[in-house]
């Protein structure tokens, strides 16, 4: 619980927090010059609303969540059409794989092989629409719920569920030309 009589100063912000926050924004958005607005973006916002701290948190915990807010209104202000991968890539007519898929995941014997993974999961969510990518994180990487996912982002929750269902049919095919 933070001090309620501590005073935030906001000439310790950048030196403090700068490189926890553009690290978190980077991992969100895949894109060093947007996680590097963003970050600036959550400064002035965070200067403009010093008044609205409060104090119940510390000063990270409200930069980072000025920061998530920051981050959820740059997909918004893309609206980047959603890329339409027809099931057809991975199914036949009947509904049954074209080829069954490959089993990945992380092998506990060998931490080297796990980092590589996570190289090669990383640049194939680099691969995704913005719109997925920005699901995809807030679910599997945030454990965002999904109603707060869907009002963020103004989506329903049908078209939620099938930009995450085509995201992990194109993850596992970036996978298994990639990795396997």
Request: aromatic share 10%; proline share 3%.
């Amino acid at each position: 619980m933070a001090d309620k009589n501590l005073k935030t100063d906001p000439n310790l912000w950048v030196a403090l927090y700068a490189d926890k926050l553009y690290r978190f924004a980077l991992k969100k958005v895949f894109s060093e010059e947007l996680a590097k607005d963003l970050v600036q973006e959550t400064f002035l916002a965070a200067l403009q609303g010093m008044q609205s701290f409060k104090g119940e948190s510390t000063e990270l915990t409200w930069l980072t969540a000025i920061l998530k807010n920051k981050i959820i209104d740059s997909y918004k202000k893309k609206k980047l059409p959603i890329e339409q991968l027809t099931d057809d890539v991975f199914f036949e007519h009947d509904g049954h794989w074209k080829s069954q898929p490959l089993e990945i995941g992380i092998n506990e014997s060998n931490p080297l092989e796990n980092k590589e993974l996570g190289k090669v999961l990383e640049e194939c969510m680099k691969k995704l629409p913005a719109l997925w990518l920005t699901v995809f994180s807030l679910k599997y990487v945030d454990d965002s719920s999904t109603e707060l996912i869907c009002s963020s982002l103004s989506i329903t929750a049908a078209n939620y569920w099938v930009i995450v269902h085509r995201s992990k049919l194109s993850l596992r095919a970036c996978l298994q030309k990639h990795w396997l």
